[in-house]
């Protein structure tokens, strides 16, 4: 880089000498022959550069001393420093001595930028000059400067007073809390926690027990109450049902099923053998409970009203019981649960028999096949399913799966890499959206406001850790993106230039605060070439504050 | 609100993880996993139900790309016996009315079509379901019919498993008996795919009727490695649903039909899934499968009560295993291979057959079967086809074809 050095000619540059005190009226920069920013130099093609604005503005070079100096302008007679010339001509009023306040030039002023003295500083090429004089001191105290300033309450280091003071502002006034109890002042090490928290678990729709079907409601909200009533009722009724699931039961039933012969709905005795024993107990219990809507259809008794069928069959062969019964027996004329292959087939060679030795009235209508009959067994099977309380149960048609999918489809953050990061890494963040949207929480409106202000610590912050370089990464990637998905989250107020982290935001707005455009761009472009890196540094440490 | 966000958060997590678990990124498809766990859940709402399933497939998946043992002893286990398969058949007959309006329509179209013959030949090539569809042809026939002296069916069935032809023989035997048909049944034990419909015991010259109900699509299965190969000579569709035109990846079923029209059936019904998840591309496909799913579940959600032992068993026995299928396997073994009637259409067509249109009076005692359901379904014509929604939603769709 031909313009690092100083000594260059070409560009006019010299640099401020040591000593300072020679001249008092000329301000601390020297000025230059003709210099100007150099649009020959190459480095033209580095992005992120929005252009030079002045770009015949004078460079000035400045010694670190010059730069850190805080009291300039001396006074003679009684050595007192000044940070400003025209405080020191005030002051030599009070010595008797000439002074002369200094006017401002009128015609067009000539423009100065600045350079970081720090040679291995991305600054210190002319091309990358800052525009402000405070701007490069306070550049200069942050990056190579030794930070003096300590927050009391988080031990957070600034070399600017003006840094330092903006941060214990907000040091500890917000705070997140897990579910699980735990509080952080931190974001990242809060978002780390919350992906691997147990508690954050627990509270979702895993229920501990199958065999209570009242678990299911657990997950529910106010909606389930009104389920609730009619499957108190039906919990007894469940539980036996349920309690059809346990093995040990089954086991005991099927041996004597074994030899039994068909299992259709036939007049033979044995037929509906699958419940002979306990269960039948629990199913009559059943019947006599059975009040709730569940149950509520005649047909679909015959699905479990099983000793009926003993009874009745035996005596009669009308075509309707019969079909009544067959037509609900074929759920259980298989061995259901399979303990082995040759049961089922043993059971099947012993329906061959029977059936070929008549009872052709029984399996004939075996499968409801007449078309009166089908809408009976149709309709039962619609009322055995029970419309109506079963949408009382389970939960509201709005929340359909095909509804759901459609939306999530609609909302398509999966596309994006912004959203994928989002979804492993921060899923909270979404639920942080969320709650912006709906319930406006109050960390949240707290960033908003210190955003708002013009905080730069915030920045400063996702400047020192590695997690939310990550962070920053993504939106700093693809902001116009993200605010897109604001744009749907936060239903299209007019925040929508800020996201969760305020950093997008910030880097369009934030002109103030000491903050050049410039600087802003440095930082981003330093950002970009760890990127590929970062991904996987990321889930490493990721995984690495897992182990909770 | 907070609930209809967790749905979609977990609608994203699950296309994201299969996204990572396609692209190879398992340690971060395993984080997603993580979060689903605790996200879905099979006694939940039907979204997280789906969700659990989907998420289980996922699992297999990535268990399968990454090592090989395991996925074998784990399928060993959760294989389902004939008995099971036969059970949860069943609870798909009961639980939804595709079935039913499939038969209705198919006897229907059949009856028709056989209008003034004496003797009719059925080819099954779906028989699971038992043997209801054929009784009711048989009553309904008998109904159409009355005056029609010995009336001569012969049912022909294909399935793997004897013990099912057994069963089935028996029970139209006796139905047929009672109808007073001359009835004959050759049992073809065997898989489709191993078939050769050139080898079926069917006399040429006698009126045929092919049905087919929701197993066509196992034929698509074929070795994918291989087909793609041969696919990049030939410009690749961008539905990734092999393009019938291109001749190497579709060539059993291709054969397939070809011997079908070969025998000359007057007419053949096809029912199939109304969804394209024969793609190679796992996220494609997962998407696709978790709308035409998500469906699925969402009727039982509307018609059963989430605490039906049946309906949880259903959901993991049979909807599950199709899940699986579909996510996990890959090449010859995934069988499920949805497509819509779109790509059947043309694939038929190049078989030989023509498109015949549904009988309208199968339609309209479908129409009038829906009633006995919850509402919630239709059914649509279009073009010359019969589709069975839910709510929008196209899941099955019935045409009829002739030689």
């Known amino acids: 880089m031909a313009a690092a050095s100083s000594s260059t000619p070409f560009l006019g540059i010299r640099q401020e000498n040591q000593s300072q005190v020679t001249q008092q009226h000329q301000s601390s920069t020297v000025a230059s022959s003709t210099a100007t920013t150099p649009p020959t130099v190459p480095q033209k093609k580095r992005r992120n550069q929005p252009g030079t604005p002045y770009p015949d503005a004078e460079v000035i070079a400045l010694s670190p001393k010059t730069l850190m100096a805080t009291n300039r302008f001396i006074c003679e007679v009684c050595n007192k420093g000044f940070q400003r010339e025209q405080n020191l001509q005030l002051h030599r009023r009070g010595h008797n001595l000439p002074w002369k306040l200094k006017q401002k030039t009128t015609k067009e002023p000539k423009r100065k930028v600045y350079l970081c003295p720090e040679p291995t500083c991305v600054h210190h090429d002319p091309s990358r000059a800052l525009g402000d004089l405070t701007g490069i001191k306070k550049h200069y105290s942050r990056k190579h400067g030794e930070k003096k300033w300590k927050c009391d309450k988080c031990s957070k280091k600034y070399a600017v007073q003006s840094d330092w003071k903006a941060h214990s502002k907000t040091c500890g006034t917000r705070e997140y809390r897990c579910d699980c109890g735990t509080l952080f002042s931190r974001r990242d090490s809060f978002i780390t926690h919350r992906a691997f928290c147990d508690a954050l678990a627990h509270e979702s729709a895993r229920h501990p027990s199958n065999l209570n079907p009242l678990g299911t409601h657990l997950y529910g909200t106010n909606h389930m109450s009104l389920g609730l009533g009619a499957q108190l009722q039906n919990q007894a009724a469940t539980n036996s049902i ?99 292959n040759s049961s089922g087939s043993i059971i099947n060679d012993h329906q061959f028999n029977n059936i070929s030795g008549g009872n052709n009235q029984g399996t004939a209508t075996h499968y409801s096949t007449n078309s009166p009959v089908s809408n009976q067994v149709g309709s039962g099977l619609s009322s055995l399913f029970g419309n109506s309380s079963v949408q009382q149960d389970n939960m509201s048609p709005h929340m359909s799966a095909t509804a759901l999918l459609q939306k999530a489809a609609q909302m398509g953050s999966t596309t994006t ?56 990464h993504n939106v700093v990637e693809e902001p116009k993106k993200l605010s897109q998905n604001l744009g749907v989250c936060f239903g299209g107020s007019d925040k929508l230039t800020l996201d969760f982290l305020g950093v997008g935001g910030m880097v369009r707005n934030m002109n103030s605060g000491g903050f050049s455009q410039r600087e802003q761009q440095h930082s981003m472009g330093t950002m970009s070439p760890l990127d590929p890196k970062l991904e996987s540094a990321q889930a490493n440490q990721h995984f690495g504050t897992s182990t909770l | 609100m907070n609930w209809e966000r967790k749905g979609i958060r977990l609608v994203h997590l699950l296309k994201h993880c299969a996204k990572l678990t396609e692209s190879g990124n398992y340690f971060d498809a395993d984080i997603a996993l993580y979060r689903l766990s605790s996200l879905a859940s099979p006694d939940g709402d039907s979204l997280q139900r789906v969700a659990t399933h989907f998420s289980e497939a996922l699992a297999c998946c990535q268990v399968a790309k990454n090592l090989r043992g395991v996925p074998k002893v784990l399928r060993l286990v959760k294989t389902l016996s004939t008995p099971e398969q036969q059970l949860v058949k069943q609870l798909f007959f009961d639980f939804y009315p595709f079935l039913n309006i499939a038969y209705t329509i198919t006897n229907r179209t059949i009856i028709e079509a056989m209008e003034g013959e004496t003797t009719i030949n059925v080819l099954d090539l779906s028989p699971s379901s038992g043997a209801v569809q054929w009784i009711r042809l048989m009553q309904g026939l008998k109904e159409r019919f009355p005056n029609t002296p010995c009336l001569k069916i012969t049912v022909t069935a294909i399935h793997e498993k004897k013990e099912v032809l057994e069963q089935m023989g028996l029970h139209l035997g006796v139905e047929a008996e009672r109808l007073h048909f001359h009835f004959q049944f050759n049992p073809v034990v065997s898989s489709l795919e191993s078939l050769d419909p050139e080898t079926l015991p069917i006399k040429k010259g006698e009126p045929l009727a092919i049905s087919c109900v929701l197993q066509l699509h196992s034929l698509l299965a074929t070795d994918d490695d291989n087909a793609k190969q041969n696919m990049k000579k030939v410009n690749p569709s961008p539905d990734s649903a092999l393009s019938p035109f291109s001749p190497c990846p579709s060539r059993k079923m291709d054969c397939f039909l070809y011997g079908l029209w070969k025998l000359q059936p007057k007419v053949m019904v096809i029912t199939e899934q109304e969804s394209n998840v024969n793609g190679s591309s796992l996220t494609q496909r997962v998407d696709r499968a978790l709308n035409f799913y998500g469906a699925l579940f969402d009727c039982l959600e509307a018609s059963i009560s989430r605490t039906l032992v049946w309906r949880t068993l259903f959901e993991k026995m049979l909807l599950g295993e199709e899940i699986k299928n579909i996510v996990a396997c890959e090449g010859v073994e995934r069988k499920e291979r949805h497509e819509k009637l779109e790509t059947w259409i043309p694939r038929l067509e190049l078989a030989g057959f023509r498109r015949v249109p549904i009988s309208s009076n199968g339609i309209w005692l479908a129409t009038r079967m829906l009633q006995n359901y919850v509402p919630g379904y239709n059914i649509r014509q279009e073009n010359k086809c019969l589709f069975i929604y839910w709510k929008e939603i196209p899941l099955f769709s019935v045409s009829a074809w002739k030689f």
């Open chain 1, 242 to 340: 349920l309690s059809l699931g346990s093995a040990p039961k089954f086991e005991h039933l099927i041996s004597p099923n074994l030899h039994h012969s068909s299992s259709f709905g036939v007049q033979s005795p044995p037929h509906s053998s699958f419940f002979m024993t306990d269960p039948n107990q629990a199913f009559q219990d059943l019947q006599s409970q059975q009040q709730g809507p569940l149950f509520s259809s005649k047909q679909f008794h015959g699905l479990m009203q099983l000793p009926d069928l003993q009874g009745t069959t035996n005596n009669s062969s009308s075509a309707s019981s019969v079909s009544a019964s067959a037509n609900n027996t074929n759920l259980f004329n298989l061995s259901f649960f399979p303990n082995t």
């Open chain 1, 417 to 472: 890499t912004n959203g994928s990061s989002s979804l492993l890494r921060g899923t909270e963040e979404l639920g942080i959206r969320s709650n912006m949207e709906n319930e406006h929480s109050n960390h949240l409106r707290g960033l908003m406001n210190s955003l708002a202000n013009g905080n730069t610590s915030i920045f400063g912050n996702v400047k020192g850790n590695e997690n939310n370089l990550g962070q920053f």
